[in-house]
């Protein structure tokens, strides 16, 4: 029997499970990432067997097991009821299991740094070799190395973890991932799949979490440049905003129309790149400006970039004009549409506006243009 650790205790609320990586526990792994989420959910994290709080492991086991036991828990906790589902490395491995055999319970789950194959097998059969021999410390090292980006400071809890781990436990687990490979089988998922990668992760490498991504039905892939394995807990604030933004339906709907409006690649750059400083106004737009005002059935997606073109024109916010260019593009304007409205202002807001204004909308036209013929 897996060990929980409630992290929001919210009665009614939709619950969050959260799947640790080996060696780490869910404490240590998404303890501030779950502090740091908006959306309100009742957050629970599990821990492998040995690991942490739960008792050690019994004799062998599978990734299929564990899913199993992660369906135990949730049932255990809101019996009958889907839930979504947050994992790291091994955590990721049981939710695309879970995807997999239980397609009825998960609403959607996000899978970071991990793979539908993670490493081979004789990678992992060999350090559960090692760890039944020497014990933990023989491993410390190299985690050390594989877990953390240069620069991440919060090292030694997540250490401190991987010491702790019963022995057998962690060479079970080993083994466990040396059986498991789902990759023929992504096509059978349908829910929403977020797929996070660390630009630093070699276990995982980005193409892992690409091949999830275009996999599935519905996959995202988002690539956090300054982080190794352990995206958790190495950049918690940006990994909560991505949890909300896939879980929380009013989030989700805003960042859905506002990577459909300024194209999947920008918005998924300002997201990487939030900090505890941005996230609030970040949260606020996605939510206010793109689930709540672009959503509104009263003008199509065209109009409204239309008038947005034109403040941006009149207030002089150039950098946001050339984004909204792109954007209008998207929604279906033609590039006389844009010349015309431009002309518009040159009226009304003055020549000089938009006489900047056409050589924004010269520059990126020819842009896009250019990538189209790539």
């Known amino acids: ?46 821990d492998l067997p040995g690991h942490g709080r739960s008792a050690p492991a019994t004799g062998p086991y599978t990734i299929a097991d564990l899913a199993r036991e992660v369906l135990a828990l949730a049932g255990r906790i809101r019996p009958g009821e889907a839930f979504g589902y947050a994992g790291d490395s091994i955590g990721g491995a049981v939710g695309l299991q879970l995807l997999l055999d239980a397609p009825e319970r998960v609403t959607a789950a996000a899978l970071l740094c991990t793979g539908a194959r993670i490493g081979e097998a004789p990678m992992w059969h060999d350090r559960a070799k090692l760890v039944r021999a020497e014990g933990m410390e023989p491993v410390v090292a190299g985690s ?12 030694e809890p997540l250490i401190a973890a991987l010491r702790a781990t019963d022995t057998e436990s962690y060479a079970r687990a080993c083994e466990a991932l040396a059986e498991f490979d ?14 996070v990668a660390g630009g630093h ?35 918690p604030e940006v990994v909560a905003t991505l949890l909300d933004q ?20 920008h918005v998924d750059r300002a997201t990487a790149g939030t900090t505890a400083f941005t996230r609030d106004f970040q949260d606020m737009i996605t939510r206010y400006a793109w689930a709540e005002i672009w959503t509104r059935p009263g003008l199509e997606r065209r109009d409204r970039s239309l ?26 304007l033609s590039d006389d549409e844009i010349k015309e409205l431009i002309l518009q202002t040159a009226i009304y807001c003055g020549v000089p506006a938009a006489n900047t204004a056409f050589r924004i909308a010269q520059r990126v036209l020819t842009e896009l243009d250019e990538e189209q013929h790539q």
């Open 1 to 46: 029997m897996l060990t929980a650790t409630t992290f929001t205790d919210a009665p009614g609320r939709p619950l969050l499970l959260l799947g640790p990586s080996v060696g780490t526990t869910a404490e240590t792994l998404w303890a501030r990432c779950a502090a740091r989420l908006y959306g309100r959910y009742h957050v629970v994290g599990w």
């Open 144 to 155: 050390r190395e594989r877990w953390f980006a240069p620069g991440f400071t919060g090292a």
């Open 182 to 195: 789902v990759r023929d089988r992504l096509a059978e998922i349908a829910a929403p799949v977020l797929a």
């Open 201 to 235: 992760d070699k276990p995982t490498p980005v193409d892992s979490l690409a091949a999830i991504a275009d996999g599935v039905l519905h996959g995202r892939l988002v690539v956090l440049d300054d982080v190794a394995h352990l995206a958790p807990a190495e950049a």
């Open 246 to 265: 896939h879980f929380d339906e009013l989030r989700a709907t805003g960042i859905s129309v506002r990577r459909e409006v300024l194209g999947p690649a």
């Open 307 to 332: 008038i947005t073109l034109t403040a941006l024109i009149a207030l002089g916010h150039h950098e946001e004009l050339a984004m909204h260019v792109r954007a209008a593009r998207t929604n279906g």
